[in-house]
């Protein structure tokens, strides 16, 4: 009499089993990639995109170390005999001898008039006599087969006239030189070996440029040096894939092996029956699939958004929890289907608050927490079906309601309110103690090896392009951006040093023109003639300069000469949105204001403008994404609980989960980054799960069908997948992990255990929290001594003869320069552009103007933070550093060096 149904039960399984297997094998095709740009704002991706087009951006560095100088070069040659065979790199022009010769062979089409000039100083015989004379003692030196081409090639030292200008470029920080036929450090004792990486340099490559460094690094061991080991590390784009994807991958395995672990815990807690065992394998039924489907439609996926799956693991069991505990409590006689009814809206209504949650990371603008939308919406989605399709028909029905967490039963309305009113204040009062980090650091993690690598880079190369800005100039093709970007230095007067290596076709001619016009027929003969000689008389051949004297006059490199290619160590160009842009890269500490003539056809970035902007993109989508689930969500529980008061009292654990969240970090200095940000609204969407369920245990004459066992089952098994993050390494699943596991435990807690205290007395418990909130509200936006007005106009400019200067930094990554005179301050950051500009009084302090990408709350607090320093500096804390006093904010979030 059963058959047919044991036929659609078995058929349904075999096709829901069969869909699982096809997922799984998709599943292990599944391509994964990872990009800064997935973890960056579109609104500023034009910017990152910009700083990956950078000139040392495409270049990978090896740095070669030797224990003692007479030993690089044998290092140097080690390393690169192993990797001029392999095919990641480009060897094609390394920065060696011919690299020099072919910039020596360059100076016909860069003669200008400073050249032309500083050249016939060096025509002088006593100066001809004395250039030979170093000659010699050259060539009897260690360097002396290096240095032979040189010597016969230019006698009179002519490139030493264009290697200042290679140095201005500013690649190296001025702390490296030519020695041996490679960049060296001035003690000898480290190189600097520069390639091309291939392009789309991905995961598979930059591991395999690891295992080749291991290989160099194992075989300089091997040979047993007296003097010390030798050591070979890779910098660049390469280094960080690697770094990256190793830490992603070890963190997914971490995490899954936890949350597997923790979800076993709980399951041993709460279920301790067979059948309940679907609830234990919900995660991985539902894991495959909304990999599969993510990665189908982003055309792959983030090492991250898979380690992100973990936290699916514990949320997507809920709805599977709920109709187990239901089917449990319900009578043997009961219809499945009623049961189901019954369950259906609240289940509703914790799916879809969840899912919008989640679906609001997908409209954040950030590709990377779009793919974590889709994945969990996706999941969720799988996980609802689950529950209402595959659930019921492996769970029994019991007549058993669960007894247990009488606690709230027993809770007085008053206590608890004040409690909940405790949270709150404590959340607003810490509010403005946050700290927070904009960087870009802080969505990257590197290993510990990785940071002292950097640490001896940046010491070595004195790190020009972080520390400095960017100005691309661009143009239809290289000629066109090579020519705006002379326009743009006559227009600004701005030193732009690849100006004098690199020049439009045009200006190459006329350089070439002067060049025949100074080189005579005359003035060669005469100087041939001091050379030959000179030659003679320290032994050497006069016909050895031969080709110098055709160089001269034509002004034609050998046959056998390369051109000049200043890739070799800086990539010039770029390539951006079609068109050509010439790069240069400033010092921090110069000030350029872009001409009106020149929008559209120059962009200036730096680190700090880019975190600057970073920060206030977050903020807009941020707001933009919370205010848009939270108003979704108020409207679904008014219309699920048909009660304004019901709606607002399930936000309450919601409030709670953010303040308890705030004050933590404050209390203990935990820094909010862009990820943190960006789960609260999860918080919200998961938060308001718990209330609804306690809301109709409490409000529903069917409460045993929404015990609180099942909500601490969901919210434990929940914080099994979240609570597993903080074991990451990686910032950005620790920082979600952090926050949405204090979240969702004071969630849970205040939905278990206060809120149906509140639910006795509904009526007068909302307004008292409403005025708690209100009143916490009051105190945590308290104004200091001094109002903010903002745009004042700008009075006139202070006599210059009283000005200070002051320098220091804001959460130690904003370094700023502040210029004082009388009542006015300006405030500069690291590269010189003006950030704010102030008026101090007794009473109020006035801003003119302010870098429009700065928050206003920054500005405000950067201007409360001088008011003190004038007015009030009991507010702050002096102490010395360095022999400099030091000026602190009690916070610690700005400091201040006078050193006048």
């Known amino acids: 009499m059963h058959q047919p149904g044991r036929n659609k039960r078995r058929l349904f399984f075999i096709c829901f089993y069969g869909f699982f297997l096809i997922c799984a094998a998709l599943f292990t095709r599944i391509k994964y990639h990872e990009s800064v740009l997935l973890m960056t704002p579109r609104g500023i991706q034009n910017e990152v995109k910009l700083f990956e087009a950078a000139p040392l951006t495409k270049k990978l560095f090896i740095v070669v170390e030797a224990a003692d100088a007479a030993d690089l070069p044998e290092v140097v040659s080690t390393a690169e005999n192993y990797l001029r065979a392999l095919p990641l790199l480009k060897p094609a022009h390394a920065p060696d001898k011919n690299f020099l010769l072919s910039f020596y062979y360059s100076l016909p089409q860069l003669w200008d008039e400073e050249l032309q000039s500083r050249a016939a100083a060096l025509l002088a015989p006593d100066t001809v006599e004395e250039k030979l004379q170093n000659d010699i003692a050259a060539l009897m030196g260690p360097q002396g087969g290096f240095m032979q081409d040189f010597i016969t090639a230019d006698p009179l030292g002519l490139l030493g006239l264009l290697t200042p200008r290679l140095a201005a470029l500013n690649i190296t920080g001025g702390a490296l030189g030519f020695a041996g036929g490679y960049l060296a450090s001035p003690d000898g004792k480290t190189a600097l070996l520069i390639y091309d990486a291939a392009d789309n340099f991905d995961r598979a490559q930059a591991f395999a440029l690891d295992a080749e460094i291991n290989k160099i690094n194992a075989a300089l061991g091997a040979e047993g040096r007296d003097s010390g080991p030798a050591r070979v590390f890779a910098m660049g784009a390469a280094r960080y894939t690697q770094e990256n994807n190793r830490i992603i991958t070890a963190d997914v395995k971490r995490v899954l092996a936890v949350s597997v672990l923790l979800m076993a815990a709980v399951f041993l807690l709460f279920f301790r029956r067979k059948n309940a065992l679907l609830i234990y394998a919900v995660p991985l039924l539902v894991f495959a699939p909304a990999a599969v489907f993510t990665a189908f439609v982003y055309g792959g996926l983030s090492g991250i958004t898979l380690g992100f799956g973990s936290v699916l693991m514990g949320l997507a069991v809920d709805y599977t929890i709920y109709i187990y505990f239901a089917m449990k409590a319900s009578p043997r006689t009961a219809a499945t289907s009623a049961v189901l009814r019954k369950m259906a809206a609240p289940i509703c209504v914790s799916a879809l608050t969840s ?96 940071t002292k690598d950097r640490a001896a880079f940046d010491a070595l190369t004195g790190n020009a392009q972080q520390n400095g800005s960017l100005l691309f100039i661009f143009g239809a093709d290289r ?128 680190q700090n403008l880019l975190r600057e902007e970073l920060f206030v993109s977050v903020i807009k989508t941020l707001a933009a994404v919370t205010a848009c689930v939270f108003a979704a969500d108020f409207l679904l529980l008014l219309f699920a609980l048909r009660s304004a008061k019901l709606a607002l009292l399930a936000f309450i654990p919601i409030a709670c989960a953010v303040s308890v969240i705030i004050i933590i970090s404050a209390l203990f200095g935990v820094r909010i980054n862009l990820f943190s940000l960006f789960s609260l609204p999860l918080i919200i969407g998961l938060g308001a799960d718990y209330a609804v369920f306690i809301i109709h245990q409490k409000t529903r004459a069917d409460g045993d069908l929404y015990p609180s066992r099942a909500v601490a089952a969901a919210a434990l098994l929940t914080l099994a997948g979240f609570g597993a993050l903080i074991f990451a390494e990686h910032k950005a699943l620790f920082a979600m992990g952090y926050t949405i596991t204090i979240g969702i435990s004071a969630a849970g807690f205040v939905s278990i255990w206060l809120l149906p205290a509140l639910l006795k007395n509904c009526k007068k418990m909302l307004p008292l929290l409403l005025l708690c909130f209100l009143l916490g509200g009051c105190a945590g936006m308290q104004k200091s001594k001094a109002d903010v007005l903002y745009n004042v106009p700008a009075p006139q400019a202070a006599p210059a003869e009283n000005a200070r200067q002051y320098y220091g930094d804001i959460e130690n990554a904003m370094f700023f320069t502040a210029l004082a005179a009388g009542d006015r301050l300006v405030v500069l950051n690291e590269i010189g552009i003006k950030m704010a500009d102030f008026t101090l009084n007794p009473r109020r302090i006035e801003v003119h103007d302010y870098l429009r990408p700065l928050p206003r709350r920054a500005v405000s607090y950067m201007g409360r933070f001088f008011w003190n320093f004038y007015y009030n500096p009991a507010a702050l804390v002096k102490t010395a550093e360095d022999g400099k006093i030091l000026y602190k904010s009690k916070d610690g979030r700005i400091k201040l060096y006078d050193d006048n």
């Open 355 to 450: 899912v919008m949650a989640f679906a609001g990371l997908y409209f954040s603008g950030i590709p990377l927490l779009g793919q974590i939308g889709v994945f969990a919406v996706c999941g969720l989605l799988y996980a609802f079906f689950i529950g209402f399709a595959a659930a019921p028909l492996i769970f029994k029905k019991q007549n058993s309601p669960e007894r247990g967490f009488k606690l709230p039963e027993r809770g007085r309305p008053l206590p608890c309110a004040l409690i909940i009113a405790v949270l709150l204040a404590g959340g607003f009062l810490c509010a403005r103690h946050l700290k927070f980090d904009a960087s870009l650091d802080s969505l990257n993690t590197v290993s510990a090896q990785f």
């Open 479 to 606: 000629e066109e951006a090579l020519e705006n970007s002379l326009a743009f230095a006559r227009e600004t007067g701005v030193n732009l040093p690849l100006n004098k290596l690199l020049v439009p076709a045009a200006a190459a001619r006329a350089s070439k023109a002067r060049w025949h016009v100074f080189w005579t027929v005359e003035k060669i003969n005469k100087l041939k003639t001091q050379i030959s000689a000179a030659a003679r008389r320290y032994g050497l051949k006069p016909e050895a300069f031969d080709g110098f004297y055709a160089f001269l006059e034509t002004g034609a490199p050998p046959a056998a000469a390369k051109p000049f290619d200043l890739t070799a160590i800086y990539n010039p160009f770029a390539s951006y949105d079609g068109r050509a842009a010439a790069v240069h890269i400033l010092p921090a500490a110069q000030d350029i204001t872009l001409p009106a003539q020149f929008a559209g056809r120059a962009a200036l970035i730096s």
